[in-house]
T-cell receptor, first 114, second 107 residues
Framework: GAVVSQHPSWVICKSGTSVKIECRSL??????MFWYRQFPKQSLMLMATSNEGSKATYEQGVEKDKFLINHASLTLSTLTVTSAHPEDSSFYIC??????????FGQGTRLTVV | QKEVEQNSGPLSVPEGAIASLNCTYS??????FFWYRQYSGKSPELIMSIYSNGDQEDGRFTAQLNKASQYVSLLIRDSQPSDSATYLC???????FGTGTSLTVIP
């Protein structure tokens, strides 16, 4: 299957700082990437849909100024959590998709804000 | 937007048994269906895809699609403890996931 690489796999940051998470599709061109957040024992929550070269589409309730998404190329999307707070601590996961092939997920990033 | 519904479980089966996971969908126009497996603390991985009525087999896994009844199933034969995970289904380009079905295989 296709490979989606997400980096870093875990990060600890201080409250008020920003953290950037990268998501790369290594062997296919991903016109669309998705960003999810998952709290323990809960379902994946879609945060935003990222299309190459255009602004991301955010789900209701997700602050676009806090979770900045950039999809500058067909293989790279980034999520920046700005002014992070402890309540932003979560497991962040990206996925990339092609037509009729399902979604391929990155390894996830465990963010802890202290 | 919930286009698919899963029996939320949790499901427990003894090792060696067949585990059956079910999913129903509402959009009759849906063409492609996917099953994902998510281990605790890990991200989901795509394990099966099915596009036409009938069965799709891959090793111990069989995906079944019944478009008339609008359901898709995943059967896991000879279940192993390593199959213990949460299983998610999705249709077409739907990328909203529910809580999935938690499967525990008891040694």
């Amino acid at each position: 299957g296709a490979v989606v690489s997400q980096h870093p796999s875990w990060v600890i940051c201080k409250s008020g700082t920003s953290v950037k998470i990268e998501c790369r599709s290594l062997d296919f061109q991903a016109t669309t990437m998705f960003w999810y957040r998952q709290f323990p024992k809960q379902s994946l929550m879609l945060m935003a849909t990222s299309n190459e070269g255009s602004k991301a589409t955010y789900e209701q309730g997700v602050e676009k100024d806090k979770f900045l998404i950039n999809h500058a190329s067909l293989t790279l999307s980034t999520l920046t959590v700005t002014s992070a707070h402890p309540e932003d601590s979560s497991f962040y996961i990206c996925s990339a998709t092609g037509t009729r092939v399902g979604a391929f997920f990155g390894q996830g990033t465990r963010l802890t804000v202290v | 937007q919930k286009e698919v519904e899963q029996n939320s479980g949790p499901l427990s089966v003894p090792e060696g048994a067949i585990a059956s996971l079910n999913c129903t969908y509402s959009d009759r126009g849906s063409q492609s269906f996917f099953w994902y497996r998510q281990y605790s603390g890990k991200s989901p991985e795509l394990i099966m895809s099915i596009y036409s009525n009938g069965d799709q087999e891959d090793g111990r896994f069989t995906a079944q699609l019944n478009k008339a009844s609008q359901y898709v199933s995943l059967l896991i034969r000879d279940s192993q403890p390593s199959d213990s995970a949460t299983y998610l289904c999705a249709a077409d380009n739907q990328f909203y996931f529910g809580t999935g079905t938690s499967l525990t295989v008891i040694p």
